[in-house]
Every structure is written in C-alpha cells, then in structure tokens.
C-alpha cells in the first residue's frame, strides 16, 4: 500500500513533514547502497524485462480495486516486486520501483512530486528488507524451489510488516491515536491481501521462469480478472448495506441505522466536547391526508418529504432519518440549540412553500410538519435519553398548535398540562406492593419523596425539572420489588453475593419504568442514584458532572434518610450524625456544594420544628 490510497490530510503538521523527511533520506540511502547503479550494466535481455516487469506494474497499479467493508484501495503490483526479488534479485526490483515511480509521476502530475518520492522511498525499504530476509533464510534467486518455502514466507512477512509500521506510523502522528490500535488495524484490513500477494508472486515467478513474456502476459490477463472480480463484489456489497440501511419508501436512513449514527454522534460529542442536536420531526395532519387520498397517495407524500429531507439535510451536512410512520429524525452534529431552531424553522417554511398535490385540504393549506429539538448534555448518557427530550419537545410542539418547532427546555414545560398528582397516584400504587413485601421501603420513598419536595423549591426548580425529581425520588427504589423478600428483610449484614443482588436494583427499577412511556424520563434519577460524586458507585462509576445534577441531589437525600432510619443492613444514625456523615463524605460520595445546600435546609427546618415548642414553654 502506498499514502496514496489513504485519505487526505486535512492540514500539514510538523511532526509528520520530519516523519516524510527521514523517511525519503533512508529510502534514498538504501537505494544508493543496494542499487549501486546496476542498470549501467545491463544486457538488451534483462532491459527487456525491466520494461517488461515496469509494465506489468504500470498496469496493475492502474486496475485497483476495493475490499469490503472498509473499501481501502488495493492493487497488485507488490507482486511485481516481490516477484522480481525471488527471480532476479534486490537491485532488479529496486530498478523497476525507480521507473515505475518516473512513469507516475509524469503521468499524474496533480499529485505533488515529493509524494511521489515518499511512495518510492517507502517501497525501496519495504524491498531491500524483504530481499535480506530472504537471503537470511535461505533463499536464492532463480527458478522457484519447494525447499525455499519459508524464505518466501519470511520475505512477504518483512514487506507487510515495513509496510504496515510506516503507513500506520504515520496515521499515529496525524490522528495521534494510540500506535497499538493503529497498527492493529492496519493489519486486519490488510492481512488477506498480502497472504494474495504472496500467493500471486510466486505464481508470478513460475510463470515467469517457465513460459517468460508468455508467462507475465498470462498473469496480467489474471490480475485483471481478479481485480474486474473484486469491484463487482465490492459493488455488490455496497449494494446490499446500502439497502439495509435505507428506508425503501423515502430513500432516507432507516431506524436501526439511525440509532447507531447517534450513539456514535453522542460518544463523539462526549469526547469532543462539541455540540450535538436532535430534531424529531411529525408531519401535521398526515392521517387526514390518507384518509382522503388513500395509503397510496400517502406513501408518495412520504417519499417527497423524504428526498425534501434529504436534499436539504445533506447541503446542510446533517443527517436525515425516517423515524418510523410519519416521523422523521435530523442529527445535527455541530449544532446548538439555537442553530438546530434556526435550521428546523427555515426547513419548516420552505416546506410550507413547496406544493404537494392535494395539500388544500390540511388546515394550514399547505405541507407543514412540527418538530423537537433536543441538545446533547454531558449528563446524557444514553441515545434513547436524546430522543425522549426530543420526543418531549415535540409533544409541546403539536400542543402549541402544529407547523412549529419547539426546544426542549425553553419554557413550554409549564404547557405540558402533565397531571401531577395522577402521576404521584400512579406511582404509589405501584409501590404499595412493598406494603406486604418491605414496608420499610415503602416508608423509606414516601420520606424521600417529601425530601424532594422541599428541595425542589431550595433549587428553585421550574415545573418540569420538579415534577421529574419529584416523581423521580418517590419510584427511586422501585427496583427492589426484584429483590428476594428474604434479602430486602435481612437483619443480619448482607453478605457479598446478597450485596451484588441489592445493587441489581437499579437496572431492574430501570426497566420497569421503561415499560411506561409516562416515566421514561424518570429513568436517571432510579438507575444513577447510587452513583458517587467521585465515580466510585455503581452501576456505570460515573462521576462529577457527568451525573445530572438532580441524581446528585438525590443521592444525598436517599442517603441522609437511609443513614437516620432503621435499616436491615445498615446502623443507625442520629439527625447529627447523619449530618456529619454527609459532611465527611462531601467530596467523595456527595457533591460538596448540594452537601452544603442539604444541610442548610435541614438546619433551617429543625429549627422551625423547635420554635413552635419553645414559644409553648415560655407561656
């Protein structure tokens, strides 16, 4: 392989420049020391196979072709050179790569010479190091032998490994990856298609020794098979993942394929830093269109607004998915909020001013379509979280009336129209099965949940977020129910396996209120509240912001109330006890600054509780 058929590099930088550098004096070196000018002396005969042999690799560099799944260039002309090297020698090789790379570069002159040069020094050491380690083992130039196996393998074996060490070093310094991961990467991707040059070289040298221009002729014809062969796999492959990821109706990425962009956009975002946006998009009134104009006339809207989509997300640089139904999703890497709304409104107007037949009869008179938007936040942790808050803010959307786009967090949770107390209703009966199972638990959540209360009003939460910690803190613990009555009941200490059951409870509760599409977005608060301020908790080891802030806060109160009631597996605390507790733990399993808020409204609280009495004592 040679850096042509990598990717470009986006920009120069001074530690691969060098890298260029000291990679074309050594190549240029080794030349001058192995060739020594070899072809001054050459006969009319063995100048009849240079061409000969500089024309075959002329022609097989010309026939790459592409490997799935990644489709990196490949081309046989290695097998020239290693061919040449089991026949001829170190020198002869190096004399063809010399005019192969003259040929190419008056050939393609857009390509800058010194590329041309790097390639030409890459191969030259790829050559004399395969031709010495032929020679160390055994090897001697000239007809094939069967006994000489090994010092063919050997040679092969010290041309993919040069080749592989300085392409591979030289993607280190670009991407500044790790150089383990790099090169084991390259050796996946290439491993076969060496094994192939292997086999073709000494095909090639056979037919060579045995049949001479005949024999390089028929081999030519056979790499130009092989090469047509690889394409139209390569073709067919494309064909078929382009069909498994696109939606057949709209043209657009379908659902499963949509889900695996934006985890990895979501992983990216995460360690980039950068922004992230997710738009979920409902077309207005589209059952009324089907109903009027059938399913037919119905799926040929779906497929307009798709290529309508497509068209526009791709000369954005964003990515356009079918949802499922009448859904559609927009991934926006790169784009805050407030980009994302800029974008989804000027999509939204120009659909409303592109005509579809039978558009008169939606209530605007024209295409429309509502959306959600949702930005990526470090206390995001899953895909499905993204869509949910888009999911939501679409929801607010089609509230406020239709052909709007909305974004979650700016102020339409007070339009949510959410009945809390129903929502608490719901949840308490689901934990009311702890009344025959552990009634402490039950106690436990009902306390926790007044906690929360309180401080929803100490944060100076908006509805939405105390509606969500709220409800949040009262089904915190509903995993449980999962838990052995015999474990939950325990008054003994839980012994290391009853422990690890206790902690499945997360995951359990997690599930459960998956079930409801009404408490999805209660899912942090039961599956994170076990989590440490300094990653020591479970279940992921999160730390610091990376868990919301709301999670963090009801750690501390699920905490302080575990810590000062009776509990099977645990010794009890006092109320100041309890409070030292938190103040020796800030830092490590608390938030210091939400530590700090606790207390001071427990201080305050007690406080309240005490004046009343002492007002009775004195009268």
Known sequence: MSIFKRPKISREKLPIQLYFVLISLMGCLTFLLVHKGEFIHYSPSQWVWVYAMLGAALILNYFTFQLPPEGNLQSMDSSVYLACIFIYGAPFALSVILFNTLAIALYDRKVPFWKHFVNFSIYTLMIVGSSLIFKIAGGQTGPILNNQFGAYLAALLVYFIINVFLIGFYYYLLYRGSLYDVLKSFIKDTLLVYLSTLIMSLVLSVLIVHNAVFGLTLFIGLSIMLSYSFKQLFTMYTQLQEKAIKDQRTGLYNHSYFENLLDNEIKKAKTTESPLSLAMIDIDDFKKYNDQFGHLKGDMLLGFLGQYLKVEAEAAGVIASRFGGEEFTILMPGYDDNQARSFMNRLRKKLNDTYFEGVEIFPSGCLSFSAGVAAYRIDIHDKSQLVELADQALYYAKKQGKNNVHVYGSGAEKESEIDFAEDVRDIEQQLKLFLYKDVDTFKHSKRVFRYAMDMSEVLGLDSAEQRNFVLGALIHDIGKLEIPW??????????????????????????????????????????????????????????????????????????????????????????????????????????????????????????????????????
């Open 486 to 619: 015999a474990i939950l009941n325990k008054k003994d200490k839980l012994t290391a396996s009853e422990w690890e059951t206790v902690k499945r409870h997360v995951s359990w509760g997690k599930r459960i209120a998956e079930t409801n599409e009404k408490f999805k977005e209660l899912v942090p608060y039961i599956e994170l509240h076990h989590e440490r301020f300094d990653g020591g908790g479970y279940p992921h080891g999160f730390k610091g912001s990376q868990i919301p802030k709301l999670c963090r806060m009801l750690t501390i109160i699920d905490s302080f109330d575990a810590m000062t009631t009776e509990r099977p597996y645990q010794q009890t605390k006092t109320f100041e006890e309890g409070i030292e507790e938190l103040l020796h733990c800030s830092g490590t399993q608390f938030d210091p600054e939400l530590v700090e808020l606790f207390i001071r409204y427990l201080r305050l609280k007690a406080e309240a509780q005490q004046q009343p009495a002492a007002s009775l004592e004195t009268s």
